[in-house]
């Protein structure tokens, strides 16, 4: 069975991330191997990486009030709800993974 850690020499290993910490910090460049440093991708500071793209698309509906007041009073996930909805009856099918229609 593996043991468990001290506590109090795990704080001692664990440095303060301090002013003079990051002053001492040098870049990527200067530490890391050609090899691993050629296939990060090349960014500028503070940009992002790509995005996923989204699987749904937004829309602008109009339903039933008495429809909407029936989704919403169920809590929250309702809109996921009204999708699976319109997903079965487009399909006609469950189009819930793993259960029988």
């Known amino acids: 069975m593996p043991r468990k ?8 290993e664990i ?3 301090d002013d003079a910490w990051f002053r001492r ?3 990527a460049a200067e530490v890391l191997p050609p090899e691993l440093l050629a296939i ?5 500071p503070g940009q992002r990486g790509p995005q996923r793209v989204p699987v ?4 602008s509906l109009r339903v039933d ?3 909407l007041a029936h989704y919403r009073a169920t809590g929250p996930g309702w809109q996921s709800r009204i999708n699976e909805a319109l997903k079965k009856a487009a ?3 469950s189009s819930r993974k793993g259960r029988a229609a």
């Open 5 to 12: 850690p001290n506590p109090e020499l795990i704080d001692d």
């Open 15 to 17: 440095p303060e991330l």
């Open 25 to 27: 910090a040098r870049p």
């Open 40 to 44: 990060l991708p090349k960014r500028k």
């Open 56 to 59: 749904k698309k937004k829309i």
């Open 65 to 67: 009030a008495e429809v």
């Open 91 to 93: 399909l006609g099918k």
